[in-house]
Every structure is written in structure tokens, then in C-alpha cells.
């Protein structure tokens, strides 16, 4: 299958069914005034961003291009002499077979790149610590991203790890509809404050998953976001640790963050603390 003709034969259908939440909100409404607040926000200020551990942000930024988990066990493969498949497995562990029949399921399956869509804040973090956030033109390659309601492992895989295709076909949206697809979904959570919609929108909790297949480079990234809390754990291990034994993964992940902070400058990337 196509994932992205499939999003793009459901813009008619993501059209009408906002189209018909508007119509069933009175004018008056605060609802209403937050509904298009929302999507506004959304066309405005929404990007792709893709949260990275340490080590993974520091080798996109020195090599110059991120990896997907096939690149990434194909480099290592040509390494070791170990299968790919080897070393997906690993990597992957129980999530393996989903992945795959995610993957699988659709042409240039094996060349999707994943992230979420943004408009502040730090990203998923339990992806990693930082949020690479692109810029807004991203991806250009013609194709767009897909968005989808969720983490695709977790909506759109059976627990028998069949893809539950009605679901995803009834969810896939393109780049220039994913307003609608985040209304349809957060639509009876807007009466919180606006300044929270960033994070109802995008955390560990739950996020709207992009994919897309365009090479991401250095290039394309408009900025690198990171909390506070995690930026300062990781200034203490790299600056306010010298008086104190440091274990290896300590230490390690003390010179990836200095890493990261040599590269940005000279890439003309900022780290914002948020």
C-alpha cells in the first residue's frame, strides 16, 4: 500500500467530518472560539520534531544525516559481519515483529522516518532528552508526512501483530490536513488553558505520530529544544562533576552532551531550554 495516496484519498472525509464538529457547536460557544484557536495554532506554529538521546543527536549532527532503525542496522551490519535481521532484533526486542508488520505493510515501508507533531515544548522524551524541531518547509521532497492518531505500534497493530487497516485508513491524514485530523482528536479537551494545548497535543503520554520519508539533515532543523530539568542533569555530569567518580555511562553520556554543545553553534542551531 501507498500510506501517503491512502492519506491523501482522506481529505475529503477529514473535511466533512470537521466541518461537521463546527456546525454542531453554537456561535456562542466557547468551544468554538477554541476550536478555531486551536487549529489556527496548529497551521501556524505546528512542525515535525523528533526527540534524540544524547548520543544519537550528537552523531546526527557530526555526520550530517539521521538514520532510521534500517540505516542504522545496515551501517552496523556492514561493520560486524552480524545479519541485519540479527540486529533488529536486538535493538527492537519485543517490538520487533510489530514493527515490522507496520513496516512491511506499505511501499518505502522500510525508508519511514517517525516523529511527532509539535507546537512547543520538549517532544516525547522518553524518545530522548532532545526535540529536534524541523523547519517549517520540512519535509520539501513533494511527498509530505502522514499523520497519524497515535503511536502507530500501539493504534494500529492487533496484540496478534495483524495491522488493523480500517482504523489506519480512517486516521492517516496529510501534512496539510493535520489540523483537522488534532481537532478531531483533542476536540473535548479544549477547555483547558491554551497555553497547555502544546503539551495535550505532544508528551510522553500521547502525541500525533508523523512519518515521512525525506532525508533529514542539519539543514533542515529550525532549533533543538531540551527541559530544563534534563538540561540540567546533564550539565552536572559534564561540568559540576569533576570533584566525583563518574561510572562509564556517566561519563559517556557527560561527553555526548558536550558534544552537542560544540556542534550546535557551529551548525548555527540553538538550544532553547523549555
Not at 6 to 25: F, P, S, V
Request: charged fraction near 25%; charge should be negative.
Amino acid at each position: 500500500m501507498d500510506l501517503f495516496e491512502i492519506a491523501r484519498e482522506n481529505i475529503a472525509a477529514l473535511e466533512r467530518r470537521t466541518a461537521e464538529m463546527h456546525a454542531h457547536c453554537p456561535a456562542g460557544d466557547p468551544l468554538a472560539a477554541a476550536m478555531i484557536a486551536f487549529t489556527d495554532l496548529i497551521r501556524t506554529a505546528g512542525r515535525i520534531s523528533i526527540n534524540m538521546r544524547p548520543w544519537v543527536l550528537s552523531r546526527f549532527l557530526s555526520r550530517g544525516h539521521y538514520q532510521n532503525i534500517y540505516d542504522w542496522a545496515a551501517e552496523i551490519a556492514a561493520l560486524c559481519g552480524r545479519p541485519r535481521d540479527a540486529l533488529l532484533a536486538e535493538k527492537l526486542g519485543s517490538y520487533l515483529t510489530a514493527r515490522r508488520t507496520f513496516d512491511d505493510a506499505f511501499a518505502d515501508g522500510l525508508c519511514f522516518r517517525y516523529g511527532a507533531l509539535n507546537v512547543g515544548g520538549a517532544g516525547p522524551s522518553r524518545y530522548g532528552q532532545f526535540c529536534i524541531v524541523a523547519r517549517p518547509e520540512y519535509p520539501d521532497d513533494g511527498r509530505g508526512a502522514v499523520y497519524l492518531a497515535g503511536d502507530s505500534l500501539s493504534l494500529y497493530i492487533t496484540p496478534q501483530d495483524g495491522l488493523r487497516e480500517d482504523r489506519l485508513r480512517q486516521d492517516a491524514t496529510p501534512q496539510t490536513h493535520c489540523h483537522c485530523l488534532a481537532l478531531l482528536k483533542h476536540h473535548g479537551d479544549l477547555d483547558r488553558p491554551a497555553d497547555a494545548w502544546p503539551f495535550l497535543l505532544c508528551s510522553d503520554d500521547d502525541y500525533l505520530e508523523a512519518i515521512f520519508v525525506a532525508p533529514f539533515t542539519p539543514a533542515q532543523v529550525q532549533e533543538v529544544r531540551i527541559a530544563a530539568a534534563e538540561q540540567q542533569t546533564l550539565w552536572e555530569l559534564a561540568f559540576d562533576s569533576f570533584s566525583r567518580k563518574l561510572d562509564a555511562g556517566e561519563r559517556a553520556l557527560g561527553q555526548d552532551f558536550v558534544d552537542v554543545l560544540t556542534l550546535l553553534p557551529e551548525l548555527s542551531l540553538n538550544l532553547v531550554e523549555v
